[in-house]
C-alpha cells in the first residue's frame, strides 16, 4: 500500500492552547462553551477534543494575546458571540462581514485570551 503525501510544511490546524491560570475555573468554561468534556485532563494540562481540533488549557502557555487568535468555526456567527458574551467573555472586536459571506468575530475569554469564531459557508473539511 502506498501512503499518501502530506504536505511537507503544514498538516492542518491540530491544537490551539490557551492560557490557563486557574485550569478548573478554565476547564468548568470551556466545557460549558464547547459543550462537551475534555478527553485529556491533568493538572498540567487539559484538552478538548472539537470536531478533531484540539483546544488546550494550561497554565504554562504566556498570557493574553500575542497577536495570533484561533478562529472556531460557527454555524452562526451572531449567535456564537452572543452566547460567548452571555458565559461570560467580553467583546474584542463585534461581529462583521469580511466578505463573501464570510463573518468573523473576536471575544476576551475570562482568562485573557482572544478567541474567535468564523462564520464562513465556503469552508468544508476534506472527506476522511
Known amino acids: 500500500m502506498k ?10 490546524l491540530y491544537t490551539v492552547l490557551y492560557h490557563a491560570p486557574n485550569l478548573t475555573k478554565a476547564k468548568t468554561w470551556y466545557a460549558s462553551v464547547l459543550g462537551l468534556a475534555p478527553y485529556f485532563d491533568q493538572p498540567f494540562y487539559v484538552g478538548f477534543n472539537v470536531s478533531g481540533y484540539e483546544l488546550g488549557l494550561s497554565p504554562s502557555v504566556p498570557a493574553g494575546a500575542g497577536g495570533s487568535v484561533a478562529y472556531w468555526g460557527v ?21 462583521r462581514d469580511v466578505g463573501d459571506c464570510i463573518k468573523v468575530a ?16 465556503h469552508f468544508k473539511l476534506p472527506a476522511a
Open 106 to 121: 473576536t471575544v476576551h475569554d475570562p482568562f485573557g485570551n482572544v478567541f474567535g469564531v468564523l462564520e464562513n459557508p
Open 75 to 95: 454555524t452562526d456567527a451572531n449567535a456564537a458571540t452572543e452566547r460567548l458574551l452571555s458565559l461570560g467573555a467580553t467583546e474584542h472586536s463585534a461581529v
Open 3 to 12: 501512503c499518501p503525501t502530506l504536505n511537507p510544511h503544514f498538516l492542518g
